[in-house]
């Protein structure tokens, strides 16, 4: 079985400070990375992803992450934070063999304070 | 824009009511859709894997025939909750995807019984 583990509930950054959002993984085949961001009553919108190439991803409004495969992790970093940023972050995987739903950790509140 | 369509954002109704709403891909097909339930402050849980043209799968511990799923085309998956009661109320969300591409999220439906 795959499974996700975000073992921050809350992370607090100021303004202008980079962020990180940790995240780790399982999972029995190749590895499909994703993270998501939700904000209050909404769906999840795309983030980035990490299927394959380069270990350094980047995504969507200057996000980005890094894999590394030894230490089965994912983490979702940004240079620069900006209060708009503040939303809730999920992190998911798949198995690249298996099927497509995916499997989310427990999720992330960040809180960029100006 | 948005490339996955939920309908209804929102839905307040009596126990004992009959719920559907409806999942859409707006710009492709989809023969793989997918429903998720979101309980407050917590992650997104897969209920089932909606199959176009056949019957859906279902995850351990989700009842089929509370939870109604049909994909009766490459554009369109309803989930229909029977007979709602106050512990179904809950937010609920559809992904999808083209095969090779990140699935999309709908922006979810926040489901009360009273």
């Known amino acids: 079985a795959q499974s996700v583990a975000q073992p921050e509930d809350q992370v607090n950054v100021a303004e202008g400070n980079p962020l990180t959002v940790k995240c780790t993984y399982s999972v029995s085949g190749n590895p499909y990375l994703f993270w998501y961001v939700q904000y209050p009553n909404r769906g999840l919108q795309f983030l980035l992803k990490?299927?394959?190439?380069?270990?350094l991803v980047k995504g969507s409004y200057g996000f980005e992450a890094e894999f590394n495969k030894s230490q089965t992790s994912f983490h979702l970093k940004k240079p620069s934070a900006l209060v708009s940023d503040s939303a809730l972050y999920f992190c998911?995987?798949?198995?690249?063999?298996?099927?497509?739903?995916?499997?989310f950790g427990s999720g992330t509140r960040l809180q960029v304070q100006p | 824009g948005a490339v996955v369509s939920q309908h209804p954002s929102r839905v307040i109704c009596k126990s004992g009511t009959s719920v559907k709403i409806e999942c859409r891909s707006l710009?492709?097909?989809?023969?793989?859709m997918f429903w998720y339930r979101q309980f407050p402050k917590q992650s997104l849980m897969l209920m089932a894997t909606?199959?176009?043209?056949?019957?859906?799968?279902?995850e351990q511990g989700v009842e089929k025939d509370k939870f109604l799923i049909n994909h009766a085309s490459l554009t369109l998956s309803t989930l229909t909750v029977t007979s709602a009661h106050p512990e179904d109320s809950s937010f609920y969300i559809c992904?999808?995807?083209?095969?090779?591409?990140?699935?999309?999220f709908g922006d979810g439906t926040r489901l009360s019984i009273l």
């Open positions: 990490y299927i394959t190439g380069d270990n």
């Open positions: 992904s999808a995807g083209r095969e090779d591409q990140p699935q999309h």
């Open positions: 998911a995987v798949r198995d690249g063999t298996g099927r497509r739903a995916l499997t």
């Open positions: 710009d492709f097909q989809a023969t793989t």
């Open positions: 909606s199959n176009e043209g056949s019957k859906a799968t279902y």
